[in-house]
């Protein structure tokens, strides 16, 4: 077994006992010294939220804490300035309105000027100017076979011109002076040879009542043969 020497403790003098002592009574001392004393960080706040508590405590004009009055007042003054605003905006909605409608009317009123010439009433068409006829035998049977045809007397441009050719050669004042209706004291006149008693008894209305006017005696011939032999187309002869 193996032998072991213990080695012999240390003797403390009175020296290290006194240093000893006054090591543990300062550590008990800062220990205590930090518990007590606030820390930085809380003192900051503190301190902040005392000027912040300050600095938003209203006060008047003059300086002095607001009363109960004051803040009455300031309540009715912004009232007063929020209405204002209010109003105000209510006039600037209606002002635009205003000018809108207003440009809407405009742009309406345009359209209805471009627009009129489309709405206008058509024009009433021109009447037709009366149809002429030359003043001669081939004129005077046009204008009587118009009429006759208004009338509804029978009868066709070769008919009339082949009667008229026989009977005054085209001649509007031609005169029979030698005949019985001569004798008798009624001579036959003009293009047809008409005589005045047939004449006022055929006369077609609308034209001239004298015997010897061209179309008058023509629509009168016309309109007696028509009665007496069906057409003037069917007379070929004295009639």
């Not at 009868?155 to 209706?181: C, F, K, Q, T």
Request: aromatic content about 4%.
């Amino acid at each position: 077994m193996p032998n072991f020497t213990l080695r012999r403790p240390t003797h403390l003098t009175r020296a290290h006992k006194v240093s000893a002592a006054v090591v543990a009574t300062a550590s008990c001392a800062a220990a205590l010294a930090f518990t007590a004393a606030p820390s930085d960080a809380e003192t900051t706040a503190e301190t902040t939220a005392g000027h912040a508590s300050a600095a938003v405590k209203p006060v008047s004009t003059n300086g002095l804490p607001l009363t109960a009055k004051d803040r009455a007042d300031d309540g009715k003054k912004g009232q007063q300035l929020a209405s204002s605003v209010t109003d105000g905006l209510k006039v600037t909605a209606v002002e635009k309105q205003g000018h809108t409608a207003k440009q809407a009317a405009n742009r309406s009123a345009e359209r209805k000027v471009i627009a009129s010439p489309k709405s206008a009433a058509p024009k009433a068409a021109p009447k037709a100017a009366p149809k002429r006829y030359a003043n001669n035998l081939d004129g005077w049977i046009r204008e009587s076979l118009d009429i006759m045809k208004d009338k509804r007397i029978p009868g066709s441009y070769e008919g009339l011109h082949r009667n008229i050719m026989r009977e005054s050669s085209g001649n509007p004042n031609a005169v029979n002076d030698w005949d019985i209706n001569a004798i008798n004291g009624v001579p036959s006149k003009g293009l047809l040879q008409v005589i005045q008693p047939t004449f006022d008894t055929y006369h077609v209305s609308g034209t001239p009542k004298k015997l010897t006017d061209p179309v008058a005696n023509i629509t009168a011939a016309a309109n007696y043969a028509a009665h007496r032999y069906g057409s003037i187309d069917n007379v070929n002869s004295a009639y």
